[in-house]
């Protein structure tokens, strides 16, 4: 794909994150790694909704703005992911209400923020991590994110959202909507005692699917 279509990309996906009420006012922000290891990353104070395709910020391999607005102030949350999963080609990064909901609840195990509940949810967005509330612009955060060592796609940063890395921007979109309707489900089902997938159900997607589930002894879930 050329420069020109990630950035529509960028804007198409944006517009459509931000109209379905994933991601208020000028939350959330979207990267896509270039073959020539520089980003493709979407404006700071920037909505979703409105983004303009010739003000998205691209950075060269190391970091430093070529053109365009100023990248958003999260990037690190962006590069600690990209730094630790070889395979991210892009990240998406919203505050969207039912991820962010989950986040506060007592029950939550940082090493997997939800059961399967589904098989998309496992499928996209594989397991969630939970890493602690940080003040916004804290660099610690990224350490945080570093910690995990790469092993989850997806991760939800406690009082504030997710933040969940692709192959393509759409796989990393179609992720972050997984994890937020599977936060959903949780809220709706909670207290209700459902029936989640079985180890056996869960064991039958990582074989036929081939996926790569971050090792969890499974209490409960
Ligand atoms: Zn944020």
Same mark, same amino acid.
């Given at each position: 794909?050329?420069?020109?279509?990630?950035?529509?990309?960028?804007?198409?996906?944006?517009?459509?994150?931000?109209?379905?009420?994933?991601?208020?006012?000028?939350?959330?922000?979207?990267?896509?790694?270039? &073959?020539?290891?520089?980003?493709?990353?979407?404006?700071?104070?920037?909505?979703?909704?409105?983004?303009?395709?010739?003000?998205?910020?691209?950075?060269?391999?190391?970091?430093?703005?070529?053109?365009?607005?100023?990248?958003?102030?999260?990037?690190?949350?962006?590069?600690?992911?990209?730094?630790?999963?070889?395979?991210?080609?892009?990240?998406?990064?919203?505050?969207?209400?039912?991820?962010?909901?989950?986040?506060?609840?007592?029950?939550? &195990?940082?090493?997997?923020?939800?059961?399967?509940?589904?098989?998309?949810?496992?499928?996209?967005?594989?397991?969630?991590?939970?890493?602690?509330?940080?003040?916004?612009?804290?660099?610690?955060?990224?350490?945080?994110?570093?910690?995990?060592?790469?092993?989850?796609?997806?991760?939800?940063?406690?009082?504030?959202?997710?933040?969940?890395?692709?192959?393509?921007?759409?796989?990393?979109?179609?992720?972050?909507?997984?994890?937020?309707?599977?936060?959903?489900?949780?809220?709706?089902?909670?207290?209700?005692?459902?029936?989640?997938?079985?180890?056996?159900?869960?064991? &039958?997607?990582?074989?036929?699917?081939?996926?790569?589930?971050?090792?969890?002894?499974?209490?409960?879930?």
């Amino acid at each position: 794909m050329t420069d020109a279509k990630f950035r529509e990309e960028i804007c198409r996906f944006g517009r459509s994150l931000f109209e379905r009420g994933l991601t208020p006012g000028s939350s959330g922000n979207i990267s896509l790694r270039l &073959d020539d290891g520089g980003w493709l990353v979407t404006p700071t104070n920037a909505s979703l909704g409105f983004l303009d395709p010739a003000r998205i910020a691209r950075l060269d391999a190391k970091g430093k703005l070529v053109s365009g607005d100023p990248p958003t102030k999260e990037i690190p949350l962006h590069t600690a992911l990209y730094e630790t999963r070889a395979g991210a080609r892009a990240i998406v990064h919203l505050h969207s209400t039912h991820a962010v909901a989950i986040t506060m609840l007592p029950e939550i &195990d940082p090493k997997a923020v939800l059961p399967p509940m589904t098989p998309y949810y496992l499928m996209r967005a594989g397991q969630t991590a939970l890493v602690p509330y940080f003040r916004p612009g804290d660099p610690a955060v990224a350490d945080a994110i570093k910690g995990l060592a790469g092993r989850y796609s997806s991760v939800l940063l406690a009082n504030h959202g997710p933040v969940v890395a692709g192959e393509t921007l759409e796989a990393a979109v179609f992720a972050t909507e997984e994890l937020e309707e599977t936060a959903k489900l949780y809220l709706l089902l909670r207290g209700l005692n459902p029936r989640y997938l079985s180890p056996e159900q869960v064991s &039958d997607l990582v074989r036929v699917f081939g996926l790569t589930l971050p090792k969890h002894d499974e209490h409960g879930h």
